[in-house]
């Protein structure tokens, strides 16, 4: 752990033990030492080691995979909020048909949020149905951005877990 080591709010190319600059760490007091990042404390050693199963940098691209994904989704949230707004949208929104398909949608989902939060699971993780028709929708029927935003993006990131081949580590 030498080479690797530095303390908590360190600077990894200034504070490594290993490194050859006028203040060398002499003066450096460790306070404790941790393996777990959410017991750190200020002057603490923590040393990132690989985990019994899997080491967390596996993780990352499926992360910033869901993170880019959602972000898109959002997006598609926000033009399904705007819908009505847009005066040709909004008339068909308001004609007979459509109107008693977005009362039926908006009466299943109220009063069970379940049922919404596992629709929108389905559709950001497995892709059925599709995520980007689902985000309209969800942002048209008003669906909370609070609920929206994390259960997209934790379908996303399972989904690309399994897409690159990492749900197995």
Same mark, same amino acid.
């Given at each position: 752990?030498? +080479?690797?080591?530095?303390?908590?709010?360190?600077?990894? *190319?200034? @504070?490594?033990? @290993?490194?050859?600059?006028?203040? *060398?760490?002499?003066?450096?007091?460790?306070?404790?030492?941790?393996? @777990?990042?959410?017991? =750190?404390?200020?002057?603490?050693?923590?040393?990132?080691?690989?985990?019994?199963?899997?080491?967390? !940098? @596996?993780?990352?691209?499926?992360?910033?995979? !869901?993170?880019?994904?959602?972000? +898109?989704? #959002?997006?598609?949230?926000?033009?399904?909020?705007?819908?009505?707004? #847009?005066?040709?949208?909004?008339?068909?929104?308001?004609? *007979?048909?459509?109107?008693?398909?977005?009362?039926?949608? /908006?009466?299943?989902?109220?009063?069970?949020?379940?049922?919404?939060?596992?629709?929108?699971?389905?559709? &950001?993780?497995?892709?059925?149905?599709?995520?980007?028709? /689902? &985000?309209? =929708?969800?942002?048209?029927?008003?669906?909370?951005?609070?609920? %929206?935003?994390?259960?997209?993006? #934790?379908?996303?990131?399972?989904? %690309?877990?399994?897409?690159?081949?990492?749900?197995?580590?």
């Amino acid at each position: 752990l030498a +080479g690797a080591a530095y303390p908590v709010g360190g600077h990894p *190319d200034r @504070d490594r033990p @290993d490194r050859d600059h006028p203040d *060398d760490g002499a003066g450096l007091t460790v306070a404790g030492v941790s393996l @777990d990042s959410r017991a =750190v404390r200020p002057g603490d050693l923590y040393a990132a080691l690989p985990g019994a199963r899997a080491h967390g !940098a @596996d993780f990352v691209p499926a992360a910033v995979a !869901a993170v880019g994904q959602t972000i +898109g989704k #959002v997006a598609w949230f926000e033009l399904g909020a705007s819908l009505g707004r #847009v005066p040709w949208i909004g008339k068909k929104l308001a004609s *007979d048909r459509w109107r008693v398909h977005r009362e039926r949608w /908006m009466d299943r989902l109220a009063g069970r949020p379940w049922l919404t939060a596992l629709v929108l699971l389905a559709s &950001s993780s497995v892709g059925l149905p599709p995520l980007a028709l /689902m &985000s309209v =929708v969800a942002g048209n029927l008003k669906v909370p951005r609070v609920v %929206f935003i994390p259960i997209c993006l #934790v379908g996303r990131f399972a989904r %690309f877990l399994v897409t690159l081949g990492a749900a197995d580590l």
